[in-house]
T-cell receptor, first 113, second 115 residues
Framework: DAKTTQPPSMDCAEGRAANLPCNHS???????VYWYRQIHSQGPQYIIH???NNETNEMASLIITEDRKSSTLILPHATLRDTAVYYC??????????????FGAGTRLAVHP | DVKVTQSSRYLVKRTGEKVFLECVQD?????MFWYRQDPGLGLRLIYF???????EKGDIPEGYSVSREKKERFSLILESASTNQTSMYLC??????????????FGAGSRLTVL
């Protein structure tokens, strides 16, 4: 599976957009980009995923570069409740056996007033 | 709206005790997973199950066993708890295939302390 690289930490002011980058330069053509987040003392929560087109849902937007070697998760209006560790994961849609997601260190986003 | 329920949020056990961690999901998912999470080590997969009575070892199965007698329930068993099993344990489930296959729904976690 493709490896991902994320900054260890970021800050964002409440109400502003939070843009979280992820580098996945070795991504394969059949691999999707998934984003999860984990709020302190809770289980991880799925946010969004995409293959090559930009995606948007009620939680966030996902922008994938044309060469698919990097992506950005955008929280359009960050709130204090968005303070969490954000994980970027690259994985084929289905890869025989089981779908083992590898959670790296992620980016610790701190939203401040 | 709780979809993956872990039976205990906090447990304190003694070395050598047998420990059961229970997980129930109400989404009719085929796949269920047990992870543990430790500071600096991230989430590590212990066991997973892709069907009733089926189980597969993850990355760190030693010292653990699992049971899946019903589709909605996946139990993690520590046969003889040790202090190095003190951790946060997370249960998750996912659909079998398609776009849902990598969308895991996690429980709130069970924080186990072994004295």
């Amino acid at each position: 599976d493709a490896k991902t690289t994320q900054p260890p930490s970021m800050d964002c002011a409440e109400g502003r957009a939070a843009n979280l980058p992820c580098n996945h330069s070795t991504i394969s053509g059949n691999e999707y980009v998934y984003w999860y987040r984990q709020i302190h003392s809770q289980g991880p929560q799925y946010i969004i995923h995409g293959l090559k087109n930009n995606e948007t849902n009620e939680m966030a937007s996902l922008i994938i570069t044309e060469d698919r070697k990097s992506s950005t998760l955008i929280l359009p209006h960050a709130t204090l409740r968005d303070t969490a560790v954000y994980y970027c994961i690259v994985r084929p849609l289905y890869k025989g056996g089981y779908n083992k997601l590898i959670f790296g260190a992620g980016t610790r986003l701190a939203v401040h007033p | 709206d709780v979809k993956v329920t872990q039976s205990s949020r906090y447990l304190v056990k003694r070395t050598g005790e047998k420990v059961f961690l229970e997980c129930v999901q109400d989404m009719d998912h085929e796949n269920m997973f047990w992870y543990r999470q430790d500071p600096g080590l991230g989430l590590r997969l212990i066991y997973f199950s892709y069907d009733v009575k089926m189980k597969e070892k993850g990355d760190i199965p030693e010292g653990y066993s699992v049971s899946r007698e019903k589709k909605e329930r996946f139990s993690l068993i520590l046969e003889s708890a040790s202090t190095n099993q003190t951790s946060m344990y997370l249960c998750a489930s996912s659909a079998d295939r398609g776009t849902g296959a990598n969308v895991l729904t996690f429980g709130a976690g069970s924080r186990l302390t072994v004295l």
